[in-house]
């Protein structure tokens, strides 16, 4: 394989093209606005699925192996590119849970570090949480990573690769045939020829492929979330209750996240969730009543049925390769789902069984 096009330039698709562009082949990535500027820039970042015992044994897998990835690729990206992806390890704190039995099985069962703590103890650690809550779990190895940063450093890697091209503002309209096979994409700016297509255009992703007459169960999920600048030691670790989070950066920046609305492609922020979310984020962290919010936005997730991402080849269309439908946990999945598609493109042994998220029979 000499050539690769790929379509979308969030996290998964800017990882990606720097996995594959490392191996020598020639990448154009084509991104309809600018790269990183969609679901990717929006996200909180927290290195986890919100509820990681809820999730099937494909997501874990994808996950753990994301997860004892991260630090080291935030190390590299900082030393290739100057930009730092911030991989904050802060340890995750789950408040009066349903399932916490359900969530200590699975952490043994894993062999992941999860603890029942007293509530006094997570009061000590945490003294800014809000009052009553009685009951707490602590995963002190969850990370988030300031994603806004980590897709402007993969940017940075690939502009600096004399293999890849970067084609921003350029919509991908619809692919290029040959019998069945796909042989490169058409854009407004003319067709773009290649061995191998991979689309990693999100939740955009089923749109792209409606034009091959396939239906991918991938659908856009608005998520919100607001923004408060605190003191850089205000929160020392990320807190959860009742679905919603708090994610302190390094620099004091809290996020507070968020909603999960189907509304189609709407991406605009409304006055409903911002009220619904200062509501959340004062229930946790009772000091920011009085904190102004300093930011509010929207993004579109890629849901998928379960959460479980689309990776590999479409056998009705040879040379279409997938890499999307991440759901809630695509900036946590990332490194594994895209090392994943490049061993299975680069036929090399596979970093896990590639068999949960084969295309095959999960399009209608
Ligand atoms: C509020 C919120 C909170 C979240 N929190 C977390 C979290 O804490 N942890 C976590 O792991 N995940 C989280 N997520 C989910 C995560 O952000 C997504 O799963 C992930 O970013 C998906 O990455 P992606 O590259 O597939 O999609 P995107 O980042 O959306 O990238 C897709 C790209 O494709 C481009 N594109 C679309 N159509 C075309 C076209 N026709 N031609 C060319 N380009 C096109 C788009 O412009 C976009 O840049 C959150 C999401 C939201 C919205």
């Known amino acids: 394989m000499k050539n690769v096009v790929v379509v979308g330039g969030g996290a998964i698709g800017l990882l990606t093209s720097l996995l594959l562009a490392r191996t020598g082949i020639t990448v154009v990535l084509i991104e309809s606005s600018g790269v990183g500027r969609e679901s990717s820039w929006a996200g909180g970042g927290i290195v986890s699925p919100l509820y990681p015992w809820r999730y099937s044994a494909a997501v874990t897998a994808l996950a753990h192996w994301s997860q004892d990835f991260y630090p080291g690729l935030g190390q590299r990206l900082l030393a290739q590119t100057g930009v730092d992806p911030e991989v904050h390890v802060t340890g995750l704190y789950w408040l009066d849970l349903d399932d916490e039995a359900e969530a200590l099985a699975w952490a043994r069962r894993q062999g992941r570090e999860l603890f029942e703590v007293d509530i006094a103890e997570a009061y000590q650690q945490v003294p800014v949480l809000g009052g009553g809550f009685k009951r707490a779990i602590h995963m002190p190895g969850v990370a988030n990573v300031r994603n806004p940063r980590l897709v402007k450093a993969l940017r940075a890697a690939l502009a600096a690769m004399p293999n890849v091209e970067l084609r921003e503002h350029c919509p991908v309209t619809g692919f290029i045939q040959e019998g069945e096979r796909i042989c490169g994409v058409t854009t407004a700016a003319g067709e773009i020829r290649a061995e ?120 009705e269309h040879p040379g279409l390769w997938l890499n999307c439908g991440h759901f809630r946990n695509g900036l946590v999945l990332a490194p594994a789902s895209c090392q994943l598609l490049a061993d299975l493109m680069l036929g090399r042994e596979p970093i896990i069984d590639p068999a949960p998220y084969a295309p095959a029979g999960r399009l209608h």
């Not at 089923?206 to 239906?215: A, I, N, Q, R």
């Not at 959860?240 to 950066?249: F, N, S, W």
């Not at 009220?275 to 920011?288: D, N, R």
Request: with cysteine; aromatic share 6%; charged share 20%.
């Open 196 to 315: 191998r297509v991979v689309l990693a255009a999100g939740a955009w992703s089923g749109e792209l492929l409606k034009t091959l007459g396939l239906e991918l169960p991938v659908e856009p999920v608005k998520g919100q979330m607001i923004l408060y600048k605190c003191a850089e030691d205000f929160l020392p670790s990320m807190v959860l209750a009742k679905g919603r989070y708090a994610i302190p950066r390094r620099d004091g920046h809290i996020l507070i996240g968020s909603t999960l609305e189907y509304a189609g492609f709407d991406k605009t922020p409304t006055d409903n969730a911002l009220e619904s979310l200062k509501a959340s984020a004062q229930e946790l962290l009772p000091t920011l009543k009085d904190a102004e919010v300093v930011g509010h936005w929207a993004g579109l997730r890629p849901g998928s049925p379960e959460g479980i991402p689309f990776i590999g080849e479409l056998p």
